[in-house]
Nanobody, 126 residues
Framework: QVHLVESGGGTAQAGGSLRLSCKVS????????KGWFRQAPGKEREWVAA????????YVADPVKGRFVISHDDAKNTVYLQMNSLKPEDTAMYYC???????????????????WGQGTQVTVSS
């Protein structure tokens, strides 16, 4: 059975940093993508970043480009999201996702990922 467990969320001040982790167990297929999404209250789920585990290519959404970095530790089967220069608008529940099909780039749509974590809350105060 596949499990994704996020950690690292919390509260930070604007301009601060947090690092999210997502440990994947029961699944180790490498030729696909893992990603991060977020959802703020009253808003739709938003794609944040993705990484092609098989080749290392990374993709980051425009609102977080230059501030967030996605990475993957193959030995630990864990995907990370380093979040720097945080802004209040980054406040949301963050979810990791696994088994997104790779077709030249990673998917940016949640429906194209098969496994999800339970989420970790990130709150950024001004």
């Amino acid at each position: 059975q596949v499990h994704l467990v996020e950690s690292g969320g919390g509260t930070a001040q604007a301009g601060g940093s947090l690092r999210l982790s997502c440990k994947v167990s029961g699944y180790s297929y490498s030729s696909n993508c893992k990603g991060w999404f977020r959802q703020a209250p009253g808003k739709e789920r938003e794609w944040v970043a993705a990484i092609y585990v098989g080749g290392g290519s990374t993709y980051v959404a425009d609102p977080v480009k230059g501030r967030f970095v996605i990475s993957h530790d193959d030995a630990k089967n864990t995907v990370y999201l380093q979040m720097n220069s945080l802004k209040p608008e980054d406040t949301a529940m963050y979810y990791c996702a696994a088994e997104g099909g790779y077709s030249g780039r990673c998917p940016m749509v949640g429906d194209e990922y098969n496994f999800w974590g339970q989420g970790t809350q990130v709150t950024v105060s001004s």
